[in-house]
């Protein structure tokens, strides 16, 4: 990184400053990026698939009802790291099994031999010859979409109640205007849900957050792959020498959650505020109390 | 002389049939220096990947790396998310039953046992090792109290922090750490002989890819360029073919 980093002449300072900077650390600063990232695009896909699970949940339609049902039941009934170190696995392996149909009609050997799991190079996701950012691409796509899928069920749940919580009087007022179904849902259910919904989506995204760390548990080099390995103790064969740090380094992380979390709180704070504006609720209320 | 234009030969023979795959991924722990490590580039660096390097470049293979946690190393193989194991794994008749091996590109070496204080209780004490190594199956069966972790590095923090007597495991791993230590650490007690040293892991459906790797460790065993190697990496005292 520096001109002057030369590990066998710095000391002190100029070490530090060049132990901080080198390929790996960097590496160490990016999977931050990495866990932001996955939470960036995690949160609406999640927030997507609850939506539709708890839309699911209440129609009219029992193949729906019991389809929205049972997503909810099943995974929020699974623990987190039994669902993905399963499901994963089944659905890469599942992916590859639908491509070997279709791309390799002619292949006469079993994909399954023993423990061996073997597909016909054409099927390979992605394929061997890509480049090892592909590779990680496909993991993280996998990881978010294992994400999206987990913390959906329990979004489908708290937004499933939130809809049965809008007072009753709300949608009938609305039906007397003579508002269809659907204009109801619409123009009245959704935007008042919210306020309901919003303790729920709250914790479930601080649960989030403190869930980024099985990321590591997928193969994702993310943060605390990243701190395990640079904190370990390092020999000679290494040109930073130094003994087990891991506790400085898990240190770090602890920081970096606490204040990402303080964070989110306020900024959850904030928008609670912002949508009782106007509610039915007690919050409302005081808000147009104190302005009057 | 006649031996090396033999493998060479074999080498030609074999490169002239087309594989199923023209990149070989090969994977590896990335945690047990000087065997496999990542460096300070964040690359993985080492013994093996040396060797690995070439390796691939006298089996005319396109090779990538791939890390990958020690106790999932074996079912990753299996479920193809990388071709080879790399990583410093001994050749053993219970491994062999899941996976094939090339031939052993390092010699039998010993394993150690390395301890804080020059008396401490290897035969009944508490013993860390890494977790499904020959030398956990040691200890288990030793009828010292085994206790497990995932990585090599959490071994030796478990010894200097009281909670294990003493860590078993390759001596070749273990003798920068005693060396390093300036007096911390010492070796207890004699050196065990385990495993029929290390080999490359395949898939036991990849016969091609397996020959083709012998053949290429055939050829550096004969030339002695994986001697010169070896005493690269783990000093002059190393075991060597």
Redesign the interface.
Known sequence: MFAFCD?RTVEGLAWFACYLT???H??FYWSFGTVLLLLAVTAPLALAFGFAGAVAARARFLPLRLLGRTYTAMVRGVPDIVFFLFFV?AL??AI?WSLHQIRCPDWT?PIR???????C?QA?VPP??A??GV?QLYGFALAVFTYALVFGAFAANVLHGAMRAVPRAQTETAEAYGMSAAQVFRRILVPQMWIYALPGLGNLWMILIKATPLLFLL?V?DIVYWA??LG??K???????HP?W?LWYFLALLVFYLLFTKLSEIVIARITRRLSRGQATMAGEDLRRAAA | MTRLILSAAALALLAGGALAQDVVRMGTEGAYPPYNFINDAGEVDGFERELGDELCRRAQLTCTWVVNDWDSIIPNLQSGNYDTIIAGMSITEERDKVIDFTQNYIPPAPSAYMALSPDADIAGGVIAAQVSTIQAGHVAESGATLLEFATPDETIAAVRNGEADAVFADKDYLAPIVAESGGQFVFVGEDVALGGGVGMGLRESDQELRARFDAAIQSMKDDGTLNELLIKWFGEGVATF
């Open positions: 590990p080198t390929g790996k960097i590496a696995i890469d392996q590859e050997e031999t023993g423990l061996e799991f073997r597909v190079p390979k061997s010859a480049p090892q590779h193969g080099q395990r390995e370990g103790m020999t000679q064969a290494f040109d930073y020498p087990d891991r």
